[in-house]
């Protein structure tokens, strides 16, 4: 078996225990590590120290890169690729560039979100260490998991098993990487 | 401690005192127009404010509980509102007809030495465009409106004593056959009062303007009087930033939804390009008309639009009263737009946005702010339950509202 593990996991039995324990991982400064609940538990991303997400950021680069694309689409095609007088309009004016930026401007925020979606969750993902756990399933069920990685800068296998020990984790056991 | 209520009253009756200064001033049509932008801008909040209640109702929601019961405070003024329109249908039977809508005078000359009388499309238009069913509709509308929130204010200061969930079930039914008939009245109150000022001109687009100035006013208020309440100190532990997220999305929802309707309406007529339909914007292009309307693009949709994308800027106090305050005043500048250059000078030109028929503008809105306010105050202070339904099945789930 390969020296270093994947990490630590430790079981908890409700849902503020593992609430609390994340308050303290989270103060002993972990940065690579998550909870496993199975259900959502309502200000855990505050406990776990979680930023708001950056997906937002992706969309209005998605959102301007559409607007940006339909005018530009539309004054060269029609002004400057194969000038074309339409209805007595000027060859371009922006406003009839609108609904096809506009439907862009829509369309690509929508890419951007997905695709920025799919790459900070690390999408798609056929496989994690923690699918080797023999208890995982009840992680879907009746149980609660913290998951210290040992990538994490602060990780020490004899003192982060103590921290989860500390902060009432139980069967505190080395996932295989 | 009961908020006091005679400033308010005060800066009405000093707006109402300024408009009547107005009529000796600029004369009785301008201050009179002045006077119907001061009350559509308001009763545009109220609609508003009618709605938010009758949309909570019909989606059973859980998150907006808090806020309900400040709106149903502020429809405590639908019936000042009817009491401040009744000058200018008193007016348009009184006075000469045409003191302010054109179209009540048959005399009234229009271009090419024509009448209205001899007009052909205002005798297409004749049996909707007659002081007889003005007056009967703005009765009407008048009455749904203050019908409708005598019922939802009944159900729910009712259900705060006695707690019967059947006051919730009773609403939803208000709801279901409410908004419908919102929209018509306000729908036709729009197109009556307002777009009626230019009857030449086509928009199916106007009732459909006039609802998302409704909308975004009232949001704009509501996040005002939240605020305000959670400064008191009243609704420290029961605001929390999920209620002001949610009604920022809202406030964006509708700033969209306000820049769609306005674009497509100069947009389909800008495009088809016809004399009956292009005449009221090129109107609105002379003097400084113009520049009130680059500030519409900018200052009404495209800041707000940007300012509310951001989850700070919804979520933090000092921003979003900020957002929230430049939304009313751009609803102002927005019916200025709108109601104003109906107002001609002696060439038939727009008389300009800049002029002292401004300052009437404003004081109108001051006027009939200050008795609307002065309206919710009242109301406020004597409910039992003034904050929030404290017995409405929903309120603990708005209390712990999240993400």
Redesign the interface.
């Known amino acids: 078996m390969a020296a270093q593990p994947y990490g630590l996991i430790a079981t908890f039995s409700d849902t503020s225990s593992i609430y609390h324990a994340a308050e303290k991982v989270r103060d002993a400064g972990y940065k690579n590590w998550d909870c496993i609940t199975p259900l959502p538990i309502h200000g855990l991303d505050k406990a776990m120290g979680v930023k708001r997400s950056i997906v937002p950021r992706c969309s209005l680069g998605g959102g301007i890169t559409g607007f940006c694309t339909g005018m530009s689409l539309i004054w060269y095609t029609d002004a400057f690729d194969y000038p074309l007088i339409v209805g007595g309009k000027p060859l371009f004016s922006p406003l009839f560039a609108f609904p096809v930026s506009y439907e862009l401007t829509i369309l690509f925020t929508a890419f951007a979100t997905i695709i920025g979606m799919f790459v900070l969750n690390g999408l798609p993902m056929h496989y994690h260490p923690v699918l080797k756990y023999r208890n995982i399933r009840r992680g879907m069920d009746d149980l609660f998991f913290i998951v210290i990685e040992a990538s994490d800068p602060r990780f020490n296998a004899a003192e982060t098993r103590a921290l989860l020990g500390a902060i009432g984790g139980a069967n505190i056991e080395e996932l295989e990487a | 401690m009961e908020p006091n209520a005679s400033p308010a009253l005060l800066i009405g009756a000093a707006g109402i005192a300024v408009v009547i200064l107005g009529v000796f001033v600029s004369g009785l049509h301008v201050a009179a127009t002045a006077w119907l932008l001061g009350v559509v801008y308001w009763t545009a909040m109220a609609i508003g404010a009618l709605l938010m209640i009758l949309i909570h109702h019909v989606f059973d929601a859980g998150w907006s509980v808090v806020l309900r019961r400040q709106y149903e405070h502020g429809l405590a003024a639908f019936k000042w509102l009817a009491l401040l329109f009744l000058p200018l249908l008193v007016l348009s039977w009184i006075a000469p007809h045409d003191l302010i809508w054109p179209w009540m005078n048959m005399a009234h000359p229009i271009a090419n030495g024509h009448t209205v009388g001899t007009d052909e499309l205002y005798e297409k238009k004749a049996a909707f465009l007659n002081l007889h069913m003005l007056t009967l509709c703005s009765a009407i509308f008048f009455a749904v409106w203050i019908w409708l929130s005598a019922r939802l204010r009944k159900a729910s200061f009712t259900q705060d004593v006695d707690g019967d969930v059947r006051w919730t079930r009773k609403s939803r039914v208000t709801a279901a056959f409410g908004i419908p008939l919102t929209a018509l009245a306000l729908t036709f109150a729009a197109v009556y009062w307002i777009k009626s000022l230019e009857y030449h001109w086509f928009s199916t687009m106007f009732g459909v303007w006039y609802f998302a100035n409704c909308m975004r006013g009232a949001l704009s208020l509501g996040v005002l009087i939240m605020l305000w309440l959670y400064n008191r100190g009243d609704f420290k532990g029961i605001l929390n930033s999920n209620h002001l997220h949610s009604i920022g999305q809202l406030m964006f929802a509708f700033t969209v939804f306000w820049g769609y309707v306005s674009?497509s309406q100069?947009?389909l007529i800008?495009?088809a390009?016809v004399p009956e339909e292009t005449f009221w914007y090129n109107l609105r292009e002379h003097g400084d008309w113009w520049w009130v309307g680059m500030f519409i693009v900018f200052g009404t949709f495209l800041l707000p639009f940007l300012s509310l994308?951001s989850?700070k800027h919804k979520v933090t106090h000092r921003i979003i009263r900020r957002i929230a305050l430049w939304i009313l005043f751009v609803i102002f500048i927005d019916l200025s737009f709108n109601l104003m250059p109906a107002l001609k000078d002696a060439h038939g030109e727009p008389q300009p946005f800049l002029s002292i028929n401004l300052l009437w503008s404003v004081a109108a809105v001051a006027g009939v702010g200050g008795i609307c306010v002065w309206a919710y105050l009242r109301s406020f202070a004597t409910a039992a339950a003034r904050l929030i339904p404290i017995r409405d099945p929903r309120i603990a789930e708005c209390l712990?509202h999240?993400?």
């Open positions: 674009f100069y947009f800008w495009n390009n994308l989850y712990t999240h993400e």
